[in-house]
């Protein structure tokens, strides 16, 4: 039995209007949306073949180069922290969206091949038709992003903003913890953006991370198939899976006031540094930084911040120093 297969799933959900979105954020609890986008169609064309999608998305290209990420076989997929905590597992490019749409379609199956990926491809600038031929009623004044790839696994982290995540190819599995559950998933560097778990999903080690156990049992699964949808509240943190050799997807991210959100966002990481220590306080606030992390105790690796990004932690880190230089 997966890991996954142990989880509680997330709940469905009828949305019809606007309305019934904003009843989900101020629950603030994630749910399954099934065959939201059967309207679109581009959900027609990714139901037909990758070809047909890659056909519909081509035709729509206004020639701009976007990011692109690529992971070599080795890393069979996942999108994460490489062995320095520094680099990831994956590069980025830029390249064009149409070579790029091919080139995905002709490492489907191949053996050995690259994952390669667009991620988080401003539709409103790159294809902007298709926000007019695929309409989301229940988030008119939002601008979907595309992520279309191989069989990519996203590691876990958080975003800052509310998400409804949409697939029109493919399968994709999202496993989700609630925010508090950040003591629990042993995230990397937060200066070295996003930051992410340390742990593999797929195959936790359980004697290096005894806490994440505790996450699992708050984690809720949802594997969702083309035309499905997934409401995500901000901050949940959330691992994704991209389950067939070619996959597409579109999200709309949004928060209904920025200040806020950004406050919000501020506000949630000393409560992931409660347990931490600087020992260093006053270069905590000038730019290197050496936090013990509460896995010590544990015989991990403490973690060390090896440039803290000052304009985001500089309102978190403070206080911390100040408290910790009074003691
Ligand atoms: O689909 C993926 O690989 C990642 C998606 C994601 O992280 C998001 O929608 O926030």
Known sequence: M?????????PLAVFNTAADLDH??????????????????????????????????????????????????SAEGRFGYGRDMREFTFSKRQQ???ETLDRIERQMGRANASTVAIQMLPLATHLPDFIAQNPMPLLPQTA??????????????HDRDHNLACVLAGR???VLFPP????NLYIGPIDNPPPLSIVDLDAPD?????????????AQVAELESGDAIFMPRHWWH????????????????????????????AFWPRSLRSKTCRQPSEAIGGSCSIRTSFKRQAVPSITYPRICRACLEPVVRPLALRSSKS
């Open 24 to 73: 989900a954020v101020a629950a603030a609890r994630p749910l399954l949306i099934k065959g939201l986008l059967v309207r679109w169609p581009a959900f027609a064309a990714g139901r037909e073949s990758p070809t047909a999608l890659n056909r519909y998305l081509k035709s729509l290209d206004r020639g701009l180069s976007g990011t692109v990420m690529e992971a070599p076989a």
């Open 180 to 183: 508090e559950q950040v003591a």
């Open 144 to 157: 979907p992003l595309l992520w279309l790839g191989g069989r990519v696994r996203t590691q876990i982290h």
């Open 2 to 10: 997966e890991v996954h297969d142990r989880l509680t799933a997330v």
């Open 239 to 266: 691992h994704v899976t991209s389950l067939e050799p070619y996959n597409a997807m579109v999200n709309y991210w949004w928060a209904h006031n920025r200040q806020a959100s950004k406050i919000r966002t501020l």
């Open 206 to 218: 359980f004697d290096r991370f005894p806490r994440f156990g505790e996450a699992l049992k708050a």
């Open 172 to 174: 994709r599995r999202f």
């Open 96 to 98: 064009g969206i149409s």
